[in-house]
C-alpha cells in the first residue's frame, strides 16, 4: 500500500446529524434547513442505516402538496431506502471518484452495521485544500 494513501477515516464527517424513520417530514425539512446540511442519514435506535433523506427526496413533499393535496407524512415516506455506503478503510480518491460518476453528494460510512460518519464532496475538498497545504 502506498505510503500517501488517503483514508475514508481521516476525514469524514463524525456524529453527522441524524433523523429517524418515524420524525415527521416537516420537523426534518425544518432541521436540514437549519443545520445547512442538504441531507441527513436515517437510522434506528441502535444506529443502524435504514436509509437517506435528501434535499430531492424533501422535494417530492411539495410535489405531493401541489399535486395531491398532502403536505406531510413521515421521513420513511420519503427516504431513499437503499443506499450505497462505504468503509472508514476505504481510500479517499476512490471515493471521490465514485462521487464524480455519481449524482451522489454524501455515502454514508459504516463499520460493523452502524453508520459511523458520512463523507461528502465537502470532505473531499477539505481533503484536497489539507493535502495542497502539507
Do not use: W
Amino acid at each position: 500500500m502506498q505510503e500517501n494513501t488517503l483514508f475514508i477515516k481521516d476525514y469524514m464527517t463524525q456524529n453527522p446529524i441524524c433523523l429517524t424513520a418515524d420524525i415527521d417530514i416537516l420537523k426534518a425539512i425544518s432541521l436540514l434547513l437549519k443545520h445547512h446540511i442538504s441531507g441527513a442519514p436515517i437510522v434506528d435506535n441502535k444506529g443502524r442505516l435504514l436509509g437517506i433523506l435528501t434535499e430531492r427526496d424533501c422535494i417530492k413533499v411539495a410535489v405531493n402538496a401541489g399535486y395531491f393535496d398532502d403536505f406531510g407524512g413521515q421521513v420513511s415516506d420519503y427516504m431513499t431506502a437503499n443506499v450505497e455506503t462505504v468503509s472508514m478503510d476505504d481510500n479517499l480518491m476512490d471515493v471521490a471518484q465514485k462521487l464524480v460518476e455519481s449524482s451522489f453528494r454524501r455515502y454514508p460510512v459504516i463499520a460493523d452495521g452502524i453508520l459511523v460518519g458520512l463523507i461528502t464532496r465537502r470532505d473531499i475538498l477539505a481533503a484536497l485544500e489539507n493535502q495542497s497545504a502539507s
